[in-house]
Each structure stands twice: as structure tokens, then as C-alpha cells.
């Protein structure tokens, strides 16, 4: 069975695409760099206090602000995914990797090392990934701050992980690409000019050429979370006063409907870019004087359009008992007005999961809400909570990760989510080095998937862990 598509553009490029089911277009071996199983990468932050790291464990689908992370494409009926992965040997030797979930087989292949980072072993570093309208899967392989380059890849056939061609090597950090139809990239990142300063620039229609970079906040350093939607891009954003990291407070929201020409707040106030002030129109609400620290997690957009943000607030930086409460809160723009809703609360500031507001109208987000094996450490059990009323109220629908051997976190959204490839995460000791696993769920999370650990086929099907069989 052959999987046909052919547009203009990609007819001049490469000719029209065939996609033999469950296999690349073309089996380029020499042209590729594969790892025999999904390993995670592993890493410890190293700031470490009572009760352990600041953040550690299995990092491989970190961090927050790296989106999107995997996209489902109905035209090949595949989820692509990228993650931080390691070689055979080593579970801190970082490797940006691209793969496929193939869901008329139900299997993945090998995955495709798109960039060596040759010895750094800092999630930092993890790749995104993104799909323009030809078909060209781009990987944005992050780097840190002017220490060490971004990269740009894109593949030399649509739809397929066999071979990338390198567009770029830059100084971007957490990049956020989105592709809007017919109009090109935009892609929201960080700089350490001044801090982790926010920054975004904007491609043309085939995304061969990219505007210079351009600053959109200020006021001391930020971390971002972002979508996309119909052309418009949102983004919520906090702010670290005195370039402070650990200080991170308050919660910032803007848009942009003509690639960055304009930047509105939620109302559709005009802002004047680069954001400087810390009272700026776009503050949405200012925790700084809550005496609350802000760790975003997620955005989305609700039945009317309207953007819904997903983070927890908490006490403190460090892990421990000494942070609580960290609440897991929605902000929800209703049209004229700010409201905020609590979901529940978590043991750690880095638990991190994913928001789904859903064609039925129903709210859901998927994350390790739940304490897990390592209580202290980053991430926990994996938990599904629902809301029919907006996010006024949750309910906990099903936990499903439970005994687990190692803790599970940041629980990840793909763009245009199948519902049997609906969340992808890591799992990761995070009080000593361990090897991390690579996990996906489906949507009301009855059956979650190991992908492969160690592989000798080309293809080979994921295992079912959860029901076990």
C-alpha cells in the first residue's frame, strides 16, 4: 500500500512523495546515523540541597519550553516525534534524535541521530521539531546561551528521517517553532543578552530565508511556553527579577497575528516591543508581591479562541516539603477578564505536563501529578485529570503509570494529537544516574507503550506496559 501526496512545491522539489507503509520513502544507510533502541538522556542539574538535585532524572523530552516536540500528520498517518537520546553506552552523551511512530503498522524504526552534541550531556541542548507545508521535517537543536550554538536541520525528502540537510548554526536557546500555512515559520527562542531575553524571527513562505532576530521582552530574563493557532501565535511568559532564575515570578501573556508586525495583549491592546517594564499591559497577574514563584508547564486555546495557560505556583526553588504548596493552576482569558482555577498539587516544581482542550469541549491535562517512587525528585506517577466545566473544577480520571521503578515527567502534548499516540514522555531515577525510557499513552490513558529500549529489527512495535498483556 502506497501513501500518495503531491503538491506544486514539492513536485519541483523532489518529485511526488510515496511512502511505503511502515518504512522510509528511500533507505539512505550511509547517509544516516542510527541508534539500535529509544534511550533517554539522564542528567542532574548539580544544584543539589537537602532533599536532592534541583532538577535530575530522565530528561529526555525537557524542557517546557522546548515545543513542539511531536506532531501527528494525517496525510501519512504518523506521529514524528524528537528527543534528547544517548548512544549504546553512555546515558549522558547527548544526541538530538527524530523518529516516527507509524500507526497503520503500529511500530517505529531506528531512530535518526539528526545532530551529535559531541560530549555535552545537558538537556538544555534537546531538539524540537516542526513540519512545513511541503511536507520537510525541521529539527531546531537548541543550544545554550553564547557557550554553545543552535542548529537547523531540515529533511532532504518530505515525511521521511533518513537524511537532514544543516540550514544553520546560530545562538538560540528553548526553540519554539511554529510553521503558519502559507506564511511561513515564526520562531519564538531565548538569548542571553541581558538574561534569558526573549526573541523571536519569522521566515518566508518556504522558510529559505529568516528575518534577523528580533526582541520581544526584557525585564531582567523569561521562560516561555507558546502555540499556535489558524496563523496566530500566543505566548505566556514569566519574569526572573535581577536576571534571578530562581526568582521566576509573575505571568506575562502577548499574540501575534501577522508574524511579530504586531503584538497584542489578551484584550487586543497594541504593545510596544520589546516589553521593558514589569508593570507592562501584558502582566496577567503579578505573583511577585503573592510571594509566589511561576513555573510554566503549557498553553492552549479554548472553543472561542481564547488563550488558557497552564503552570505551578509555588513557594520556594529548592525540592522538599519547604515549597509547598506547588499548585498546579489554569489562567483562562474568558473575553473580558482574567480567571484562575486550581487543578491540584504536585511535589516538585519541575512536574511537568500538558494541557488538551478538546473538540467536545472537554479540558484535559495529562502529567506526574502523582508522587512516585523517588517523592522528592523530578516527576512522579503519570495522572489524568478532566474538567467539563472550563477548568473550574477536575476531577482525576485515571492514574496510569503506578509501581514504577523510576520516576515518570514532562508528560508532552503533540500537535494535532492522535488519540492512541496522545502523550510521550521519560522516565529517569532522579537521585542516581539510571537509564531513561521512553513512553506514550493514548488518550483516555487505558494502554501506555514502551518504545524499544534495545532494537535489531528495522522496525520494530512498541510494548504495551499498561494493561500489561
Given at each position: 500500500?502506497?501513501?500518495?501526496?503531491?503538491?506544486?512545491?514539492?513536485?519541483?522539489?523532489?518529485?511526488?512523495?510515496?511512502?511505503?507503509?511502515?518504512?522510509?520513502?528511500?533507505?539512505r544507510e550511509n547517509d544516516?546515523?542510527?541508534?539500535?533502541?529509544?534511550?533517554?538522556?539522564?542528567?542532574?542539574?548539580?544544584?543539589?540541597?537537602?532533599?536532592?538535585?534541583?532538577?535530575?532524572?530522565?530528561?529526555?523530552?525537557?524542557?517546557?519550553?522546548?515545543?513542539?516536540?511531536?506532531?501527528?500528520?494525517?496525510?501519512?498517518?504518523?506521529?514524528?516525534?524528537?528527543?534528547?537520546?544517548?548512544?549504546?553506552?553512555?546515558?549522558?552523551?547527548?544526541?538530538?534524535?527524530?523518529?516516527?511512530?507509524?500507526?497503520?503498522?503500529?511500530?517505529?524504526?531506528?531512530?535518526?541521530?539528526?545532530?551529535?552534541?559531541?560530549?555535552?550531556?545537558?538537556?538544555?541542548?534537546?531538539?524540537?521539531?516542526?513540519?512545513?507545508?511541503?511536507?520537510?521535517?525541521?529539527?531546531?537543536?537548541?543550544?545554550?546561551?553564547?557557550?554553545?550554538?543552535?542548529?537547523?536541520?531540515?529533511?532532504?525528502?518530505?515525511?521521511?528521517?533518513?537524511?537532514?540537510?544543516?540550514?544553520?548554526?546560530?545562538?538560540?536557546?528553548?526553540?519554539?517553532?511554529?510553521?503558519?500555512?502559507?506564511?511561513?515559520?515564526?520562531?519564538?527562542?531565548?538569548?542571553?543578552?541581558?538574561?534569558?531575553?526573549?526573541?523571536?524571527?519569522?521566515?518566508?513562505?518556504?522558510?529559505?530565508?529568516?528575518?534577523?532576530?528580533?526582541?520581544?521582552?526584557?525585564?531582567?530574563?523569561?521562560?516561555?511556553?507558546?502555540?499556535?493557532?489558524?496563523?496566530?501565535?500566543?505566548?505566556?511568559?514569566?519574569?526572573?527579577?535581577?536576571?534571578?532564575?530562581?526568582?521566576?515570578?509573575?505571568?506575562?501573556?502577548?499574540?501575534?497575528?501577522?508574524?511579530?508586525?504586531?503584538?497584542?495583549?489578551?484584550?487586543?491592546?497594541?504593545?510596544?516591543?520589546?516589553?521593558?517594564?514589569?508593570?507592562?499591559?501584558?502582566?496577567?497577574?503579578?505573583?511577585?508581591?503573592?510571594?509566589?514563584?511561576?513555573?510554566?508547564?503549557?498553553?492552549?486555546?479554548?472553543?472561542?479562541?481564547?488563550?488558557?495557560?497552564?503552570?505551578?505556583?509555588?513557594?520556594?526553588?529548592?525540592?522538599?516539603?519547604?515549597s509547598d504548596p506547588r499548585?498546579?493552576?489554569?489562567?483562562?482569558?474568558?473575553?473580558?477578564?482574567?480567571?484562575?482555577?486550581?487543578?491540584?498539587?504536585?511535589?516538585?516544581?519541575?512536574?511537568?505536563?500538558?494541557?488538551?482542550?478538546?473538540?467536545?469541549?472537554?479540558w484535559r491535562i495529562i502529567?506526574?501529578?502523582?508522587?512516585?517512587?523517588?517523592?522528592?525528585?523530578?516527576?512522579?506517577?503519570?495522572?489524568?485529570?478532566?474538567?467539563?466545566?472550563?477548568?473550574?473544577?477536575?476531577?482525576?480520571?485515571?492514574?496510569?503509570?503506578?509501581?514504577?521503578?523510576?520516576?515518570?515527567?514532562?508528560?508532552?502534548?503533540?500537535?494535532?494529537?492522535?488519540?492512541?499516540?496522545?502523550?510521550?514522555?521519560?522516565?529517569?531515577?532522579?537521585?542516581?544516574?539510571?537509564?531513561?525510557?521512553?513512553?506514550?499513552?493514548?488518550?483516555?490513558?487505558?494502554?501506555?507503550?514502551?518504545?524499544?529500549?534495545?532494537?535489531?529489527?528495522?522496525?520494530?512495535?512498541?510494548?504495551?506496559?499498561?494493561?500489561?498483556?
Open positions: 500500500m502506497c501513501i500518495a501526496r503531491c503538491n506544486a512545491i514539492v513536485a519541483i522539489a523532489v518529485g511526488c512523495l510515496c511512502l511505503a507503509q511502515g518504512e522510509d520513502a528511500t533507505d544516516v546515523r542510527r541508534i539500535d533502541g529509544y534511550r533517554g538522556i539522564w542528567f542532574d542539574l548539580g544544584q543539589r540541597s537537602e532533599f536532592g538535585s534541583k532538577y535530575s532524572g530522565g530528561l529526555g523530552t525537557y524542557t517546557a519550553k522546548h515545543h513542539p516536540l511531536a506532531i501527528y500528520v494525517a496525510d501519512v498517518d504518523r506521529t514524528f516525534f524528537v528527543y534528547g537520546g544517548t548512544t549504546e553506552r553512555d546515558e549522558d552523551h547527548l544526541l538530538a534524535m527524530v523518529s516516527y511512530y507509524d500507526h497503520a503498522s503500529g511500530a517505529v524504526p531506528k531512530p535518526v541521530v539528526v545532530h551529535d552534541k559531541e560530549g555535552v550531556n545537558d538537556p538544555h541542548d534537546n531538539p524540537s521539531i516542526q513540519i512545513d507545508d511541503t511536507g520537510r521535517i525541521w529539527v531546531f537543536v537548541s543550544g545554550r546561551g553564547q557557550r554553545r550554538p543552535g542548529y537547523v536541520y531540515r529533511s532532504r525528502i518530505p515525511y521521511d528521517i533518513a537524511s537532514f540537510e544543516r540550514l544553520a548554526e546560530d545562538e538560540f536557546t528553548y526553540p519554539q517553532p511554529w510553521w503558519r500555512e502559507d506564511r511561513g515559520g515564526l520562531l519564538l527562542f531565548t538569548k542571553y543578552t541581558n538574561g534569558r531575553e526573549l526573541y523571536w524571527r519569522t521566515s518566508d513562505a518556504t522558510g529559505g530565508s529568516w528575518s534577523e532576530d528580533r526582541k520581544l521582552a526584557g525585564m531582567g530574563g523569561h521562560y516561555q511556553v507558546s502555540n499556535e493557532r489558524g496563523g496566530r501565535v500566543v505566548t505566556a511568559f514569566n519574569r526572573h527579577p535581577g536576571g534571578t532564575v530562581d526568582l521566576r515570578t509573575d505571568l506575562y501573556f502577548a499574540q501575534t497575528s501577522d508574524g511579530g508586525a504586531t503584538w497584542r495583549t489578551a484584550s487586543g491592546l497594541i504593545l510596544d516591543t520589546p516589553l521593558v517594564d514589569p508593570n507592562s499591559p501584558a502582566l496577567v497577574r503579578g505573583y511577585e508581591a503573592e510571594g509566589r514563584l511561576v513555573y510554566l508547564k503549557d498553553i492552549g486555546f479554548d472553543a472561542a479562541g481564547h488563550p488558557v495557560i497552564l503552570y505551578i505556583t509555588s513557594g520556594y526553588h529548592e525540592p522538599g516539603p519547604g499548585i498546579w493552576t489554569i489562567a483562562h482569558w474568558k473575553g473580558d477578564a482574567w480567571v484562575f482555577h486550581e487543578v491540584t498539587r504536585s511535589t516538585h516544581n519541575y512536574d511537568m505536563g500538558s494541557l488538551y482542550i478538546e473538540p467536545d469541549g472537554r502529567g506526574p501529578t502523582e508522587a512516585g517512587p523517588q517523592l522528592h525528585g523530578t516527576g512522579g506517577e503519570i495522572a489524568i485529570w478532566l474538567s467539563d466545566n472550563q477548568g473550574r473544577s477536575w476531577e482525576r480520571s485515571r492514574v496510569i503509570t503506578s509501581d514504577s521503578p523510576r520516576n515518570h515527567g514532562y508528560a508532552r502534548r503533540p500537535v494535532d494529537a492522535h488519540p492512541e499516540f496522545y502523550a510521550f514522555w521519560a522516565d529517569g531515577d532522579p537521585d542516581a544516574m539510571s537509564e531513561s525510557r521512553l513512553y506514550f499513552s493514548d488518550q483516555d490513558g487505558a494502554r501506555v507503550w514502551e518504545l524499544p529500549y534495545a532494537m535489531e529489527e528495522k522496525m520494530t512495535k512498541p510494548t504495551l506496559v499498561s494493561p500489561r498483556r
